[in-house]
């Protein structure tokens, strides 16, 4: 009885000891990780805020190593690798989230959302329309929509963006008709010429969806002019004109050639005239001009002159140089090539968005894919 009991007297003080230091390592181990996990981290988003994506990286894996379990970490890094243009490494992570059974059911949608915007991105469209299918009735459905979106204008598919385009206007976060009467007015140009009834009521249809769009009327428009209803076309133009007064500079040519057909010069002239008043443009100026000489006018170079006193051009001055007689006519060539030159770059349209420059006024930019980003105006006039 005496050995047990001095063994308890021993045994007790060092069960006691052995415990405390146990919960010390505890505590030091915990206070390790606590004060590396978040040095790996802080280091990585100061990488990141520094532009040094590579560094940033590094620092993220060390990061993750040393916890695997954190999501954050793991969306983080998949992000990263997408910037970069690593998609296989980025597929991977968000794979690997997906099979994690301890996920939660908002970071298992997050993990295939980011999964499809790397297929996305790799030019797997099939791959990443499969993925965001399956967000349909999640909550990030209005996510899942928009990246759909991108992959059906990606691939042309203008039935299938349309009907994408409704359900996003319908859910009511974004205004869409717009966008909706691109891919109406898309479809219709896809159509063969013959199938001219089809079109119109493509067209008609995109003008209701959103009455407010430029594009699917002036599209009739043409329509109208193609199958030789001059006078249908020109009205709907004037109408436009009327409606939409930015667009003027975009309707004058034609809206000039329908007039000199359908003889109407008279309420075109006045409507330029009026325009070219209050907003000088380059088109309206080369509109009067062609009205000018098919009556018979010669004195085109008051309109060009008039034009530069409203608006330094060098576009004009190119054209008034050409009719205006010279002191030393030698020189002549030399003059015109020097400003064709500096005029040409001025009379191309530029996208808003992006900076890519065009020969023609694009509905779509081709540069950045973003809608309505042309202004209706030469660069010279921006
Ligand atoms: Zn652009």
């Known amino acids: 009885m005496d050995l047990d009991l001095s063994w308890a007297l021993i045994g007790l003080p060092l069960a006691f000891v052995l415990g405390w230091m146990a919960s010390r390592l505890d505590v030091r181990q915990l206070r390790f990780e606590n004060r590396t996990q978040p040095k790996a981290y802080f280091k990585g988003l100061n990488h990141l805020l520094n532009e040094q994506q590579d560094q940033a990286i590094d620092a993220f894996i060390e990061a993750v190593q040393q916890d695997p379990d954190t999501s954050e970490l793991h969306f983080a890094l998949g992000n990263l690798f997408r910037r970069r243009g690593e998609f296989e490494r980025a597929v991977r992570i968000h794979e690997h989230l997906l099979a994690r059974a301890d996920l939660n059911q908002d970071d298992r949608h997050r993990a295939r959302h980011a999964l499809a915007l790397d297929f996305l991105k790799a030019g797997l469209l099939d791959r990443a ?3 965001l299918r399956q967000l349909l009735g999640t909550p990030i459905e209005n996510q ?4 759909l979106l991108t992959i059906h204008e990606r691939s042309r598919d203008w039935a299938k963006a349309t009907e994408v385009a409704e359900r996003l206007g319908q859910r009511g976060e974004a205004r869409f008709e717009n966008r909706q009467a691109h891919y109406l007015c898309e ?3 896809t159509l063969p010429a013959d199938q001219v009834q089809a079109q119109i009521s493509l067209l008609e249809q995109a003008c209701q969806v959103s009455p407010q769009s430029v594009r699917p009327h002036l599209a009739l428009a043409e329509l109208l002019d193609r199958q030789g209803q001059t006078a249908a076309a020109l009205q709907l133009r004037l109408d436009l004109a009327r409606t939409m ?5 975009l309707l004058a040519r034609e809206m000039t050639r329908l007039a000199l057909l359908e003889g109407q010069t008279d309420t075109v002239r ?3 005239e009026r325009h070219a008043s209050e907003a000088p443009s380059l088109d309206i100026m080369e509109a009067l001009v062609q009205l000018d000489q098919a ?5 085109v170079q008051a309109r060009y002159a008039s034009h530069m006193d409203k608006e330094p051009s060098v576009v004009a ?3 008034w140089v050409r009719h205006e007689p010279l002191v030393h006519e030698s020189h002549r060539a030399a003059l015109e090539r020097a400003l064709e030159r500096a005029a040409q770059p001025l009379k191309r349209y530029r996208c808003a968005a992006c900076g890519f420059e065009a020969q023609r006024h694009f509905w779509q930019c081709p540069g950045c894919q973003a809608w309505d980003s042309y202004p209706p105006r030469r660069i010279e006039e921006l």
């Open 295 to 299: 009556a018979g006018l010669s004195d």
């Open 245 to 249: 007064p930015r667009f003027v500079p």
């Open 129 to 131: 329309e499969d993925n």
């Open 144 to 147: 899942a929509l928009l990246a």
């Open 270 to 272: 006045d409507l330029l």
């Open 187 to 189: 479809q219709a140009n």
């Open 317 to 319: 001055a190119h054209l």
